[in-house]
């Protein structure tokens, strides 16, 4: 049975940073694809970073890059999340995923196993 647990969240000031993990256990972070998504009521699940080892496939939202860096450590079976000049805006419920490489669009639907969420909250 796949699970993934993140951790890492919590609050800071804008410009501040934090970093989320994500630990895989029944999977390998390198297999397929692992991303990070972050959802709001308003927004619903946005995808904010995937990497796709097998394929060397890293994608971004216009929204994060060039602020947060997704890697991974395959010797510990992480992910994490680098999250840098971290906005109001990225205030959200975050989530880790594994799924499978869609070379089109990086959508929710590709990914099966998600995790519980960690909340990222960044005041003004």
């Excluded at 934090?18 to 029944?26: E, H, K, N, P």
Aim: with cysteine; net charge neutral; charged share 15%.
């Amino acid at each position: 049975r796949v699970q993934l647990v993140e951790s890492g969240g919590g609050s800071v000031q804008a410009g501040g940073s934090l970093r989320l993990s994500c630990a895989a256990s029944g999977a390998t972070v390198s297999t397929g694809c692992m991303s990070w998504f972050r959802q709001t009521p308003e927004t619903g699940r946005e995808g904010i970073a995937r990497i796709c080892t097998g394929v060397g496939d890293t994608t971004y939202a216009d929204s994060v890059k060039g602020r947060f860096t997704i890697y991974q450590d395959s010797a510990k079976n992480m992910m994490y999340l680098q999250m840098n000049d971290l906005k109001p805006e990225d205030t959200d419920m975050y989530y880790c995923a594994a799924g499978y490489y869609n070379h089109v669009v990086f959508r929710p639907t590709d990914f099966v196993y998600w995790g519980q969420g960690s909340q990222v909250t960044v005041s003004s």
